[in-house]
Structures are given as C-alpha cells and as structure tokens.
C-alpha cells in the first residue's frame, strides 16, 4: 500500500485497523539478481514520508478487502456474492443477472476489472483494441517465514532491522519481494520474458531460479504453488462514462495497470475516494451524470501518469544487460558508495523513476483533489441553478 493509498484510508480515521494488519516499510534494497551485489539502498524517510501524509504498508489483500467489507457492511451497504452480470443496459439502468433477475438503479458502476463484462462492450463501442500479446509474464508466490527461517541464506530476507522490500534487477528479468503484514510470509514476483508455455508455472518458476543469487535460489524449493500471470500492455478507455450519463466504468475495467504493479489498487482506491466526495455533493438528481464526467475528468490525467509510471519502472527493473544498464547499475553502485539514498538526487543530477513516483504519485491526494472540483465547479454550477429556480 503505497502512501497515495494509506492517506486515504488514515483520512477515513482506519490507521489503527490497517496496522493490524499491516508492516510499515522502512527501506529498499536494490541488487543484481544474478550475483546478489548490492546496487544501493532507499531509507524511506520520514519527512518526505510525512509530506506525502501516508506511509507504505506491506499488507496481504485479504486483510485490506477483509477490513474494506466489514466497514461497508456495518454502513449498511448491501454486498450480494454469487451475483454474475450478465448484461447492462446503461439507457434502462439495468443489469441483469445469470439467475435471470433485473436489478434497477439510479448509476451503475462497472468495476468488474480488466477481464470483465463492461471493458469488451466500452472498447467495441470506442473502437480500441485489446492487447493481443502478453509483453512479460509475472511469476508470484508467498513463502512462509517459518520455513524460510530454517535456511540460512533465505532467512536474510527476515533479518534486516528493518522492514525492508528487496528488489533484483537482471537481464531483461527482474525480481520484487517483501514481507507481508504481520511477516509470517513472503512475497516473491519474478518478471520474465513472456515465453508462451502455458500450464507449468512450478517448473518455469524453478528453471527462473536457477541462475540467481544465493538467497532467492534457495526459496525456490519453499515455493509449493506458484502462480503465472501474462502482463498484457492493455490500453485505457477513451470515454468512461456512457452517453445516459448514468454508466461509468473505473478501476482497471477502465485503466488497467500491469498486473502486481505497487499503484494497482491505489487507482481502484483513488477512484473510490473521488466518486464518494463527488456524491457527498448530491441533492439533485441531475447532478449524477455532472459528477460521473467530473470524476472522469480528474482521473483520466492522473491514471495515464501513474501507469506509464509504473510501466516505466517494471522496464528499468528489467533492463536487458547493456550500456544503459551498465551505466545505471553504476551509478547506483557510485551513490551507495558515498552513503547517500538510491532515489535522492543530486543537486542539477537527472531524476530516476523512483524519485518521479515519490513526488507526484506518492504525493498525489485524490479526495483534496475531488474538493478542489467541487469548490471551482460543483458550488458554482450548483448556485447558478438554484437561482435560476429562484431559491
Ligand atoms: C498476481 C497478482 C499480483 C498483484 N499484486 C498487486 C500488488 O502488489 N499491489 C496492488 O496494488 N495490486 C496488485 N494486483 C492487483 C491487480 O494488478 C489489479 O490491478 C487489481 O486487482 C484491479 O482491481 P479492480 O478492482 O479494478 O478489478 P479486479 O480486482 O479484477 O476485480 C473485479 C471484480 O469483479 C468481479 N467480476 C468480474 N466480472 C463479473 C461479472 N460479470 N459479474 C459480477 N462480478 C464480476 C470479479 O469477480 C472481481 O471480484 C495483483 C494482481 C495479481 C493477479
């Protein structure tokens, strides 16, 4: 949980729920995947920490979706499970189900993700098409603490002071891992090259392993059931609110994010804290479409920025050995060496994508966002309608 999302769920008074469950990251640690050699390190610090109003958070997404469904449900909101969409119709404000039943209401929003049933009717209707060829694969599994800990290279990973994400950088792969929440296990995403084999992530996770560093070769026989995902460069929607002004798609049904990308269910939670400060503005009716096109207006800019962010960084993580890698590995090395943070940049110095992300993805706060709208637009529009009808 990077802190663009933590703000929001402290905004929403949720701190000490989300420590429950969470693991506060203290660092960074950047190293060859080949040989283990150190590359450089990031201290988090908290200053800039502090700026940004949230802080990041290694959690397991059951726990998040565990504390996010209970908060709803004593709300009083209505959850139904077992309920497939089989149709929208955004014109009538329907959807229908597989059990056959029509459900009516006053908005719909589709957040059915990437694979879903609303994305393929909105990228027809735009004309988009959908990425064919995965680019990379990403290989990812949780190994348990208790048996990292009996191994002697593998439990580095469980010792440092502080709470650390390791990352690995090799030749045209790449490695992140970390802790997760309360540390009884770790997680492990490789990226490779996409190869086109289909059903034995076992056997291409340990032929992965094969060539790395001590430490991460070693977990390679703690890993029971890895999973494969192919990395698909899926484009966004142009329009994400139908034509009815009743219909809008969010999340990654509208902007997909590569999968296991550090940002991917900030945007879903970005989007969330807009739509619910927009409507917290409603007294008419007519007010819904204005504020399905504001909510567009404000996250279009921001989703193309973070994605292209974090395609960036899964590029830079898996650059293919060259002079361009060789000069970044060097200069990291050449920073370590003197003692300063990886992503801290000298004065006049060209800034890395880590330090881009901290200023403008990190700092980013989407409900300050959403009031900025209302006050510039929402009030006035709001006013000039109501003395149109002179109240
Ligand atoms: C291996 C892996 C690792 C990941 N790691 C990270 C990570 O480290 N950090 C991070 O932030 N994100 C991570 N993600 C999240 C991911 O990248 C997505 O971006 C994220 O799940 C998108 O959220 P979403 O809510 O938009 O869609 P989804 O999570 O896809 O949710 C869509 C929901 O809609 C439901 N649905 C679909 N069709 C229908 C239908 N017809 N009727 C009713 N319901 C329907 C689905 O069941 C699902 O519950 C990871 C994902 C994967 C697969």
Redesign the pocket.
Known sequence: ?PPN?SKILYHWGLQSEVYSFAAKSKAIQISRLETGVLLGTHDWDEEVLRETRGEFLFAH?ADLRKMMYDIAIGQGTTIRLD????AVNPEKRTVI??SGETLKADVIIG???????VRPVLLAEQDIQEASNPSLC?Y?ALVPQALAMKDPQSKKFFEPEVVTMFSFFGNNESVISHPIGGLSSF?F?LYRPWDGFEDAPADGMRDALKQVEPRLKNLGPMISSP?R?PIFDHPALDEWVDGSGRFVV????AH?????????????LEDGAVLAKLFSHLSTESQISDFLYAFQDLRQPRCETVLASERGIIQYMSMPNCPDQEMRDQGMMALAATGTNLFDVAEGGEESPEWEEIKTVFGYDAEDEADNWWVSWGLLKQRSLASAHGS
């Not at 309920?83 to 089989?86: L, S």
């Not at 957040?111 to 049933?117: F, I, P, W």
């Not at 969010?250 to 049904?253: E, K, L, M, T």
């Open positions: 949980m999302l997404l309920a497939t969409a089989v189900l597989a957040a059915d993700g990437v694979s879903g049933l990403m990812t997680s995403c999973r995902y969010v999340g990654s049904a997909p994010i590569p999968v296991g990308s550090t940002q991917s269910h900030a945007m879903g």
